[in-house]
């Protein structure tokens, strides 16, 4: 018994100097480098679908599985860029809010997502299946509430986008619904059986965000459907089988950010932003976490449920965005949520906790450029955070909403415009 102590001693003794030493040279050196990674997609299906409005699956006989080799940014993260506090006052001059309205018609229950375009936020709200239709000064132009299974109708309205004048409402599992921009419904695309979170539309194709649901396809993290979703055409494959089938999203909004001209798509279990364009997927940006990165072999082996013996992984991929200025991402590492902030101008990174010295909203941005970032709080958490200290915030634009509104109105958008650096 004291021999099988003394060992039991030794490993428990061995296993905390390994996690040590793995926390030590967490985030030892920083730099950044380019480098070449392959990624696994799928070449172009022979198949270009037909008149009918049916999705061709084929026999597979027409795909092929192809390495894609592609230059692209390494970022490494340092102990020594560690700021605790990243103030909004370092990035943005100036902010203004809009007061979404408030009516019988134009209750927002939450914001799942908003696209601002030609002066007009488009927002969804996935818990009443609802797509809103806002003007620049927060007065509701129209919306779309139609659930059912006729003409223009959906089951669940999962996710929309915008593309050439054109929204698409992505029915889950049936169809991706098409209207014109004045809410006039024009036309479906049946997307066989597909299941995903969101949906991006550039040039008559269809990505879609599978969140590990397995397709007729094969099992992939993204997936690409041309011709409005008559063919297959390529996708990130999922090789990790012991996700396969589990959505697991970490507060995750969106997982596609249009950068200009530029798509880029991300996923929870991944230090990668790929780039996406019509007849490639390839990695932008691989952030590296070195000792802490999480091994792509690890849910061979492991479920979900493992990682919580492995804190000191870098995993959670909950957000990304890009402008000329900045690369942002925030992720899960040693058991805390960080914000990652690379400057293009300086080639610095830093992270920390983002700390909003200027209105005291701390929104939750959804649409960022060059110019500004806007995004979103409800009422009752800027009530919240307006409580936590009267004092301190007495004399701010929190303090200004909180007078003129009460706490069960409408959520308020946040506009932050960016220093001219």
Same mark, same amino acid.
């Given at each position: 018994?004291?021999? /099988? ?16 030493? =793995? ?67 370092? /990035? ?61 109708? !959906? ?36 997307? =066989? ?65 249009? !950068? ?52 000191? !992984? ?5 957000? %990304? ?32 906790? %983002? ?67």
């Amino acid at each position: 018994m004291k021999k /099988l102590n003394v060992g039991l001693l030794l490993g428990i003794g061995a296993l905390v100097f390994a996690l040590g030493m =793995n926390y030590r040279y967490a985030i030892d050196d920083y730099g950044i480098k380019t480098n070449t990674l392959s990624t696994s997609v799928m070449a172009d299906g022979s198949n270009s679908g037909d008149e009918s409005g049916s999705v061709e699956s084929g026999d597979g006989s027409g795909l092929t599985s192809t390495e894609y080799d592609t230059t692209h940014k390494v970022i490494t993260i340092n102990k020594e860029n560690y700021q605790e506090k990243i103030k909004y006052s370092e /990035l943005f001059d100036s902010v203004k809010y809009i007061r979404l309205e408030n009516c019988d018609d134009c209750l927002i229950a939450d914001i799942d997502k908003i696209i601002f375009f030609n002066n007009c936020f488009y927002i969804l709200d996935k818990r009443q299946n609802i797509l809103f239709n806002f003007s620049d000064i927060g007065k509701l132009i129209w919306k779309i509430d139609k659930k059912g299974n006729g003409p223009g109708e !959906y089951r669940t309205l999962m996710d929309f986008d915008l593309d050439n004048n054109r929204l698409y409402l992505y029915n889950p599992r049936v169809n991706v619904l098409e209207y014109d921009l004045s809410c006039n419904y024009l036309n479906k695309y049946p997307v =066989n059986n597909v299941f995903g979170t969101s949906i991006l539309v550039n040039n008559e194709s269809f990505y879609f965000n599978t969140c590990n649901n397995p397709t007729e396809y094969g099992n992939y993290h993204l997936l690409q459907m041309e011709h409005y979703g008559k063919s297959f055409k390529k996708g990130i494959e999922m090789t990790q089988k012991n996700l396969i089938g589990k959505c697991i999203t970490f507060n995750q909004r969106y997982s596609f950010f249009r !950068y200009q001209d530029k798509i880029r798509f991300f996923i929870p279990f991944s230090t990668k932003v790929f780039s996406i364009e019509k007849d490639s997927i390839s990695v932008q940006y691989f952030f590296d976490f070195k000792n802490n990165n999480l091994p792509e072999s690890f849910f061979e082996n492991n479920t979900y449920e493992d990682l919580k013996k492995f804190s000191s !992984y870098a995993y959670g991929f909950n957000s %990304f965005w890009e402008n000329n200025l900045f690369i942002y991402f925030n992720i899960n590492l040693m058991e805390n949520n960080w914000d990652f902030l690379y400057s293009k101008q300086d080639n610095k990174l830093i992270y920390g906790y %983002f700390s909003d010295d200027i209105a005291f909203c701390w929104p939750k941005f959804q649409i960022v450029n060059d110019d500004f970032a806007i995004g979103f709080r409800t009422m009752d958490e800027l009530f919240n955070e307006y409580n936590y200290s009267k004092e301190e915030r007495k004399n701010t634009v929190l303090k200004e909403i909180i007078d003129i509104s009460n706490d069960d109105d409408n959520p308020v958008l946040l506009i932050y415009y960016f220093k001219k650096f």
